[in-house]
């Protein structure tokens, strides 16, 4: 059997999201990662407001979708997420197959702004 590389990269560094504002990575072309179906996202958030991060997916490259089975990787991420309370946590998520994936991260909280730092990881 041999061993799987994981692939990890940088998709967010520090990006300041307003209030009820959202960003978008690029496109992630997965045929470069070759995935075996293991995704996960390290995410360092600050601030007071609250993110919500999702998965985007395109098989042609040009209409990204929110899959009809997929779910949002997390509602509600704050300053005080992870097991220590500093913002700072790993998502585990599944999406379906398809070529061409981004990820978006949308301020939920309406009153002030977010920064995240992101990076995703894939096997």
């Known amino acids: 059997m041999s ?8 998709i967010f560094d520090a990006v300041t999201i307003a209030a009820a504002a959202d960003s978008t ?5 997965l045929n470069k990662y070759r995935p075996e179906g293991y995704f996960s996202l390290q995410v360092t958030l600050t601030g007071t407001g609250t993110a ?7 098989n042609n490259g040009d209409d990204y979708l929110e899959p009809s ?3 949002d990787i997390v509602l509600a991420h704050t300053a005080t997420s992870g097991p220590s309370a500093d913002g700072k946590e790993i998502y585990i998520f599944e999406p379906e197959i ?5 990820i978006k991260v949308t301020e939920t909280g ?3 702004a977010v920064v995240v730092t992101i ?3 894939v096997q």
């Open 3 to 10: 061993a799987k590389t994981i692939n990890t990269e940088l």
């Open 25 to 29: 990575t690029d496109a992630i072309d």
């Open 52 to 58: 919500k991060i999702e998965y985007l997916l395109s």
């Open 69 to 71: 089975e997929g779910e």
């Open 98 to 102: 398809a070529r061409f994936m981004k």
């Open 110 to 112: 309406g009153a002030t």
């Open 119 to 121: 990076t995703l990881t």
